[in-house]
């Protein structure tokens, strides 16, 4: 239930909202460049699709940031029909590639900054989806707390690859890897279908 909350407020929430978004944004720029060179060395797939969820996170964070310096309705719309579509981007790429790469037999090797790095993202995020979660339930912007989602699932494919990769790192079960992505499936596809309804609903 948003909360009764006076122009002041109003403000200070916002700047809060914004300010998690820049720090999302800055997270997942530095992380995608890690991530790609750690995929690069180590040929997994699985860093390789978490490289692209960290670009589909700055996709979502941008259209946030958008939609949270506007008011106008259609904006808002726009923006949960974008965000939808981003979580089906990902949802299909993971089906997609760890298919693929299970069907190729691709061999990862082992990635130690790949491991840390997704150990740090998994924390990170979810400490910044429970601030978006509440910052946008207390500012009543749907917007926001759909993008608190997205950055919610960020932290699910982060420990799924994470668990993907250490098992191939610790037992050298290849296969690990690409099966690992597959439980970022479900919530994708689940988490687009709920933006789109509610952006058909509310507007």
Not at 39 to 55: K, T, W
Not at 126 to 139: D, I, M, P, S, Y
Request: proline letters at 2%.
């Amino acid at each position: 239930m948003q909360m009764q909350i006076n122009s002041a407020q109003s403000r200070h929430l916002l700047k809060r909202g914004l300010l998690l978004e820049y720090t999302t944004l800055a997270w997942n720029v530095v992380g995608t460049v890690v991530i790609v060179a750690a995929a690069i060395e180590a040929r997994s797939v699985a860093l390789a699709g978490f490289g692209l969820d960290s670009l589909i996170e700055i996709f979502a964070s941008m259209i946030v940031v958008w939609q949270l310096k506007g008011t106008h309705g259609r904006r808002e719309r726009t923006a949960l029909r974008c965000i939808a579509g981003a979580f089906v981007a990902l949802a299909v790429y993971v089906l997609v590639q760890s298919a693929y790469t299970l069907v190729t037999g691709v061999r990862p090797a082992p990635s130690v900054s790949g491991i840390v790095w997704l150990a740090l993202t998994v924390a990170a995020m979810l400490l910044l989806a429970g601030g978006k979660h509440v910052t946008g339930q207390q500012l009543g912007s749907p917007v926001l707390m759909t993008e608190a989602r997205v950055t919610l699932v960020d932290a699910y494919l982060a420990a799924a690859v994470l668990v993907g990769v250490g098992l191939n790192s610790a037992l050298s079960w290849w296969w690990a890897d690409p099966l690992s992505g597959l439980v970022i499936v479900y919530y994708g596809f689940r988490e687009a279908r709920a933006a789109w309804q509610h952006a058909s609903q509310r507007f």
